[in-house]
């Protein structure tokens, strides 16, 4: 079965400053995705940025970027210049490839705090 | 587009009472997934269904059912509740199945107490 592991259950990051989250997780598979969401108060999951594991070069929506290291198992979150609106709970979360059960694996989270 | 839309915001119950939450997927989907986000957790996945057919299943009994409708609209059973069963529960669409690209769309979710 496949685990996710976000180790850091807070962090805190000044306004306009840059923050790296960390995942890491295991799986027997060789093709997957990962992901990262964000769930402010509001409670809805938004998607963040997405990873497919056959692709080398590391995905980036803008401010947000990932380190992918698919031997470590490790995944990790960038966020450049650092918003107010930034301030959320952060979940890695992990998905097979293929079959019909396309589920997600999601990590405890972490709570982002962005100081102004 | 609409989004994925989630009824009723919130709801309160008591143990062993039976509860449904609907949830209706994003225009042009046609796979839905339940999750259950204890407090200060991630979501556990429940289950999945694909053309109104259960597509795979998380370690949660059989007490949780579901049901999705030839419109794609979906909805989560719970009978019997427990005090543990207090939880948000997040519906999510996809496009398809299978296909490589999927990503899923949550709803808000519903937050359900059981007192």
């Known amino acids: 079965a496949q685990t996710v592991t976000q180790s850091q259950p807070e962090m805190s990051v000044q306004e306009a400053e840059t923050v790296t989250l960390s995942c890491t997780y295991d799986?027997?598979?060789?093709?997957?995705?990962l992901f990262w969401y964000k769930q402010p108060p509001s409670r809805q999951m938004i998607l963040v940025i997405r990873?497919?594991?056959?692709?080398?070069q590391n995905a980036t929506e803008n401010r947000f970027s990932v380190n992918f290291q698919k031997a470590a198992k490790s995944f990790s979150l960038k966020i450049s210049d650092s918003q107010l609106g930034d301030a959320a709970m952060y979940f890695c979360?992990?998905?097979?490839?293929?079959?019909?059960?396309?589920?997600?694996?999601f990590g405890k989270g972490i709570t982002l705090s962005v100081r102004p | 587009e609409t989004g994925v839309t989630q009824s009723p915001t919130h709801l309160i119950k008591t143990r062993g009472q039976q509860v449904t939450l609907r949830c209706s997927s994003q225009s042009g989907h046609n796979t839905v997934s339940w999750y259950q986000q204890a407090l200060g957790q991630g979501p556990q996945f429940i289950f999945q269904?694909?053309?109104?057919?259960?597509?795979g299943r998380g370690n949660f009994p059989p007490r949780f059912s579901g049901l999705q409708f030839p419109n794609y609209s979906s909805e989560l059973n719970v009978n019997a509740l427990e005090l543990d069963d207090s939880a948000l529960y997040l519906c999510?669409?996809?496009?398809?199945?299978?296909?490589?690209?999927?990503?899923?769309?949550f709803g808000p979710g519903t937050r359900l107490t059981v007192l």
């Open positions: 979360a992990y998905r097979n490839e293929t079959g019909a059960n396309s589920k997600l694996t």
């Open positions: 999510a669409s996809s496009p398809t199945q299978v296909a490589g690209t999927d990503t899923q769309y």
């Open positions: 990873q497919e594991a056959y692709k080398q």
């Open positions: 269904y694909y053309r109104e057919e259960e597509n």
């Open positions: 799986t027997s598979e060789s093709d997957y995705y």
